[in-house]
């Protein structure tokens, strides 16, 4: 066994001798150059090194010290091709390489002074030299997945050279440290493993212009690399463990530790086939180490942008057509609910979802209450539990064509759903895949809240509007029924006088006009326009008062000089009538009300005064002008005020209140006159 342990390391070290000679002759002075000329004398150095031992029997510290600057020298020939730096200062200026260097110091000297200094110190270099290979297995395999096809052509030689050795070498060294010694039958066969990759790493010294090759950093290039060291890891930790069972074990510590590993090695074996772990791994390294698939401030733009140029008038169509847009697809649907277990179709588009079958929902209804989740309908029916809880009816779902169940949130309570259809062959939705998803369905969510406010608020309106033209209708009748009723009252006292009968019949074709005019408002559904013409105001306030001096107490006018101004005639007669009214309810009969008008400036001024019960101030500033409050109970609508301040303000005038309790009030009316 001796014999072919030393013919191996004399092979290999034939082998690297060549191999010296010939990069010397090809007088390549690059840093990868010189750092695989140096990794080569080491190997040639660590290969007659271990012959020698073998045949001499001297300690295996020597070839070992040879092989831990070997490893280090390999491993920065990998850091420094993978980095694409041609110079010594260059290489130290690298994060990387500083850091590798940095743990290769401090680990070698805190093992081999342990090596040196304490009885049975082998154990502290088996395992400097287990992490030192799986550190150059973890680089290896970072290099060659990270490069593009032409390099992989001209590195998968070295990677086999290197990584063969490296990988013997981490068993060999796993194996010693779990039994604390080494195990000679590897150890006399290194050397071949050694010849054996001298060629393949003199093929890739050939193929490598200057040893510069452009890598990049992949996400499956990290994951792999991060699987692969986890592994590392684990079994470094079973190797220890190991050792702890043999050291305490006595008799059976062999046994029992044996036992141990290879049920350790299931147990690895188990989880790395494990779907579920694989993928949450590789969702941790996607979302700690790289920038993200999307370009969110990208998306939420175009998102806006189709949101503001939307020509559709049915913003549930617009929204459906954004959620696709986002896949790149043409298919979807959306879904209202309105109640559990009853849901709406509010549109779709390329779609044939019938309403009937939308109560298969139900569960996906609870399942997104409860998770928030996004469903992918494929993802559910390939991998088992990968919605734990969840039962969703397949078929219904492949009779529908939904792939994708997207839930939509207002208030924390689910609005309902946007449905998708992808085209065959689309792959299953990661994670960033749903969080873009989430984040434009709550954006949509606000979007059509907004608008559904938007139509409730208008038909707010409308009714509002309706109601208020309904308000002052019902004011006009009142006032017409006030007119009647007047006659009535002075029917029995006044009917055999003539100047009676025909004040009766001139209210009567007053009150007819103004039934007409109720009559065409109602039938158009508006209020009736503003119709402006000449007034005499002398005549327009003598009406006034003849028609309420049917009751008491009577109205007197005070009035200057003849008056004309341009204005709604039948408005501005309501509106001074209102006053008057107001004015003879709030006096005693034995009282008395004035209308005093005057042209001042090129401004109409009209006060109605009296002397009745007056008003504070607080109801002035609070109430007066408030419409549908009244002090009339039933009898009043409480916008006969707020109506004469509007058609004043309208005109451009203003109206002020003076008011004194117990003592009487003046409302002053201002109109422009031109």
């Known amino acids: 066994m001796a014999l072919i342990g030393i013919s191996g390391y004399l092979l290999a070290g034939c082998a690297y001798l060549v191999f010296i000679l010939l990069l010397l002759a090809a007088r390549n002075n690059t840093l990868s150059g010189r750092l695989v000329l140096l990794g080569s004398v080491f190997v040639l150095a660590s290969s007659v090194a271990a012959a020698i031992q073998i045949e001499q029997g001297f300690s295996l510290q020597l070839v070992l010290l040879i092989e831990t600057f070997k490893l280090a020298t390999w491993s920065l020939l990998v850091l420094c091709t993978q980095a694409n730096v041609h110079s010594l200062q260059a290489a130290f200026r690298q994060p990387k390489i500083k850091q590798y260097l940095l743990t290769w110091l401090v680990l070698s000297a805190f093992c081999w002074l342990a090596a040196l200094s304490q009885p049975n110190g082998a154990k502290y270099l088996f395992s400097l030299f287990l992490l030192l290979n799986l550190w150059l297995m973890v680089l290896l395999e970072q290099l060659y997945r990270n490069a593009d096809v032409k390099v992989k052509w001209a590195l998968w030689s070295l990677i086999i050279a290197l990584g063969m050795t490296t990988v013997f070498d981490f068993v060999l060294f796993a194996q010693a440290a779990m039994i604390n010694q080494l195990d000679f039958s590897y150890w006399y066969a290194r050397g071949f493993i050694a010849a054996v990759g001298m060629p393949l790493i003199l093929v890739s010294t050939r193929r ?196 994708i169940i997207i839930p939509i949130f207002k208030n924390e309570h689910v609005f309902g759903f946007f449905l998708l259809a992808l085209p065959k062959g689309r792959s299953l939705l990661n994670w960033e895949d749903r969080d873009l998803l989430f984040a434009i369905s709550k954006q949509l969510s606000n979007y059509m809240s907004l608008n559904e406010a938007n139509d409730r608020l208008a038909e707010s309106k409308q009714f509002d509007a309706f109601h208020r033209m309904s308000a002052f209708l019902v004011h006009d009748l009142k006032n017409v029924q006030a007119q009647l009723g007047l006659i009535n009252a002075n029917a029995k006292r006044h009917r055999d006088n003539p100047a009676f009968i025909d004040d009766v019949f001139e209210t009567i074709d007053s009150a007819t006009e103004r039934l007409d005019k109720v009559l065409n408002q109602l039938r158009n559904k508006q209020v009736a326009e503003s119709n402006k013409k000449c007034v005499s105001i002398n005549q327009l306030m003598a009406q006034v008062a003849q028609q309420r001096n049917v009751a008491s107490p009577q109205v007197t006018l005070e009035v200057s000089v003849e008056i004309e101004i341009v204005i709604d005639q039948e408005t501005f007669y309501s509106v001074l009538n209102h006053l008057v009214q107001n004015a003879q309810e709030a006096t005693a009969d034995d009282g008395w009300v004035k209308i005093r008008a005057e042209l001042i400036a090129n401004n109409l001024h009209i006060a109605v005064l009296d002397n009745g019960c007056g008003m504070s101030d607080d109801f002035i500033k609070n109430r007066l002008f408030k419409p549908f409050d009244t002090t009339k109970g039933n009898a009043g609508m409480g916008i006969g005020v707020y109506e004469a301040k509007q058609f004043i303000e309208s005109a451009g005038g203003a109206m002020q209140v003076t008011s004194f309790e117990d003592e009487g009030s003046i409302f002053h009316l201002t109109i422009p006159s031109e």
């Open 208 to 403: 490598i212009k200057n040893w510069s090759v452009n890598v990049f950093v992949s996400r499956d290039v990290v994951f792999y690399s991060s699987m692969l060291m986890i592994s590392g890891l684990y079994l470094l930790l079973l190797a220890l463990a190991g050792y702890v069972i043999n050291y305490f074990g006595g008799a059976w510590g062999d046994v029992v530790s044996i036992a141990f590993v290879i049920l350790g090695g299931t147990v690895l074996a188990a989880l790395l086939v494990t779907e579920k772990l694989r993928r949450e791994v590789k969702v941790f390294i996607t979302k700690h180490f790289f920038a993200n698939k999307y370009d969110y401030r990208l998306e939420w733009l175009k998102s806006i942008d189709q949101l503001s140029n939307s020509k559709s008038d049915n913003y549930y169509q617009a929204a459906t057509q954004i959620i696709c847009s986002t896949l790149n697809i043409e298919q979807g649907a959306l879904i209202s609910k309105a109640s559990m277990g009853t849901y709406k179709l509010l549109y779709q588009q390329d779609l044939d979802i019938e309403n009937s079958q939308l109560h298969h929902l139900s569960a996906v209804d609870q399942y997104c209450q409860q998770h928030g989740w996004i469903i992918d309908v494929r993802e559910y029916a390939s991998i088992e539990s990968s919605y734990p809880e969840l039962a969703l009816d397949i078929e219904f779902c492949r009779s529908q064509r939904i792939d």
